[in-house]
């Protein structure tokens, strides 16, 4: 049997480690955490700031939830804590640790082919939710790149280059 005191419950329940909060696209965050014995579910809390008012998002018996319809980004802070029910009395344990992430749209895959002997023509795979992307070239591997493009399209031939010369290029949505 287990004590009334909801204190000493809580400590006994224990605590989930809250093991990630990761960005899952444009609009969503992934939480992960660990799962603790003898609990019922958890309850995940959301805030918009690290001190924030945080409100439940999710019950779950999962350890991990994808919350979705979120802001481009916004940060958002994640803390969760197990529950038991017995009968009709719920008992929590004690909060995780906050894991805080914002959503951001995928990375696009860049290709890079010759085009012709000064053009470069490079496509990149569409990113869901984005509103376009920006293309940069650098002229070594660890050089500064600069801004080429900014466009909806996924495609692009860069022209004007010189035959014979290595360029570098990355796109993000």
Same mark, same amino acid.
């Given at each position: 049997t287990f004590s009334d005191d909801a204190t000493l419950y809580a400590q006994?329940?224990?605590?989930?480690? !809250? &093991?990630s909060a990761v960005s899952a696209g444009y609009n969503s965050v992934k939480v992960t955490w660990s799962a603790v014995p003898g609990r019922t579910?958890? +309850? !995940?809390? =959301?805030?918009t700031? %690290?001190?924030?008012?945080? %409100?439940?998002? +999710?019950?779950?018996t999962a350890t991990s939830y994808t919350n979705?319809?979120?802001?481009?980004?916004?940060?958002?802070?994640?803390?969760? =804590?197990?529950?038991?029910? !017995?009968? %009709?009395?719920?008992?929590?344990? /004690?909060? &995780? %640790?906050? +894991?805080?992430?914002?959503?951001?749209?995928a990375t696009p895959t860049l290709t890079a082919k010759s085009a012709g002997y000064t053009s470069i023509k490079l496509t990149w795979t569409s990113v869901s939710g984005r509103t376009g992307y920006k293309l940069y070239r650098a002229t070594s591997?660890?050089? *500064?790149?600069? !801004?080429?493009?900014?466009? *909806?399209?996924?495609?692009?031939? /860069?022209?004007?280059?010189?035959?014979g010369k290595t360029y570098y290029y990355k796109v993000r949505a």
């Open positions: 006994w329940l224990g605590k989930p480690t !809250l &093991s579910g958890y +309850k !995940l809390y =959301r805030a700031s %690290s001190g924030g008012t945080y %409100s439940l998002v +999710k019950t779950t979705t319809g979120l802001t481009t980004g916004k940060t958002y802070y994640y803390k969760v =804590r197990a529950y038991r029910t !017995l009968g %009709s009395k719920t008992t929590y344990g /004690n909060y &995780s %640790s906050v +894991k805080s992430a914002k959503p951001i749209p591997s660890g050089g *500064t790149y600069s !801004l080429v493009k900014t466009t *909806t399209a996924t495609s692009y031939t /860069n022209t004007g280059r010189k035959t």
